[in-house]
């Protein structure tokens, strides 16, 4: 069915849905990610709806380095995120903890947790930086889906995103 | 009208094969219009498309039991709601009907608010019971209204037939009639300034915010075919009669386009209202003239 | 009214979003990735006391010292370029690039030390060594 995946692969490329989470950020890049939606940067020309629900989305954007605190709710909300996914890491908090770096209360940079596709350095982001990462991720999960098949999905907790189960696996 | 009329009308037009890009279309409309009064530029002309295939490629969580059967199930019974009530629209003058006709399609378009309440509560998620709970308050504070305009239109005309009804003379009353509906459908089609179930910052998206893949494929469907019936029946009600079908079916298109537009206006211009300020406009500000309507037509029908 | 109008004055207007890959100019003094001049260092290793997020690496030996920057540990706070007496650092002024792989973009410099300065008119002393200037890069994206 060579039609249909290519069609898929653009759909993907062309409608990145995202979910936005904070793991301890100072809300600096949480604000630029949301001016990324003004009319200036506009995400919408690019498809990109910001959805309410982990389960909607396509590519989870994580600002903050993640404090112990917030570590089980990362991996669960990657847990709850479908199909063939994708994540930004915002600003250089949850690259490298930036200046919080041997901090007590955290939990280490991202990737210790969760498997990270993009980066998106800056302390924060400028808008329009964030939107390149979005985009890079967006053909990350074509390519993705164009080489791999749809992994099974992990068993992943019904009601609060906050309540106990097992994180998922990575992504393959 | 016969089986193979019911058919045709139900799969080819206005049923299923045109009903869908037409929900795509005015989905595209809603948005486009709101970025560009927004001074945005918008999604492209085939993006609820794109959101359709990339969904039907998304996996779904696995669930267990009757729950999750029951979750299964609802989208597709919106799905197929929405479409029996587009394909019941006298789109094509004289193309068939039935007595009560009406009353079927009323029916139709409320399945689709009812799938949504049940699938809120069937994800035994607290978000999506939040939702359910509003969209249920909702549901039933402009329904009385909803329908008591539309009955008090059929009843002062002796008609529950669709087609009847295209083809009513001009009253006051019809066209009272086809303005309270429109006070009505925002709230149907979950469109600002009634937006309350789709909250999103508030609950997480609300009754959907367990589904994923081909079911939310089905759940943005349900809502373009919505957006479709509810249109058509506002062009049903308000548009003159028209004897040539190759004028009608224009007229009506872009009669139904320009509702989208003028629903579009209303989106962007309105934040969400609370769920009280909700129930109070419906309860105390529109259904006092909803029972003027209905009372009314009693009183002409008892005259005449 | 007042939102009809607006709304209204948008529409003619038409949109004011920048078309994709199109980015707006960052504004003057922007502080964006630190440059590093291998002529002007002298190895005092003032930046990277002075560095708040431990993003410049400094280890020294007798005759030569590396200096290296991770641009995704950094903060873009401009402390190191302060407090650079010869001006050896500064800052890019555009936005540093997205990219795939932690310590991508880390970049790393080693130097031979200079000859100390002659005093009271002396004669300088010949040079030990040239200064090898072998910028590594991780791999960019």
Redesign the interface.
Known sequence: MNLWNKLMCYSRRHSPWLFHMNSGSCNGCDIELVASMTPRYDAEQLGVCLEGSPRHADILCITGPVTHTSVRAVQTVYAQVCGPKAVVAIGSCPATTNVFIDSRVLAGPLNRHIPVDVFVPGCPPRPDAILQGVVKAAEILAERGRTVRVPEPAPAPQSTPLSSAEPGEGQP | MNLITALARLLIFPGLLFAVPVAWFFLWVERKSVAMMQERIGPPFMQPFFDFIKLLGKSTPSRSGVDGLLMKAWPLIAVSAAVGAVGLLPVLPSSGGFEGDLILLLALLEVPAICIIAAGFSSRSLFGEIGSAREAVLTVSYNIVFLLAIVSIAFSQHTFRLEALAQLPATPLRYLGVLAILVCIPAKLHINPFSLPNAEQEIYSGPLTEYAGPELAMWQLSHGLEWVAATGLVATLALPHVAFWWLGIPIFAAFSFGIVLLLSVLAAATARLAIDTTVRFYWQCTLVFAVLAISSALFMRIRS | MN??TM?WR??R????????PA??P?PSGFRGLVRFDPALCTGCAVCRFRC???AIAFSSAKTEFTWSY????????GRCVEGCKTHALSQEPS??????T?GN?KTSYTLARKPPAPKNGAAAPPPAGDRTKQPTKGDAQ
């Open positions: 939102i009809l709304m948008n529409v207007r038409g949109a004011m979003t920048l078309r994709f980015r707006p960052v708040t997020a431990r991770d641009p995704g540990q950094c903060t873009f706070c936005c540093p690039p997205v990219y795939l932690i973009l």
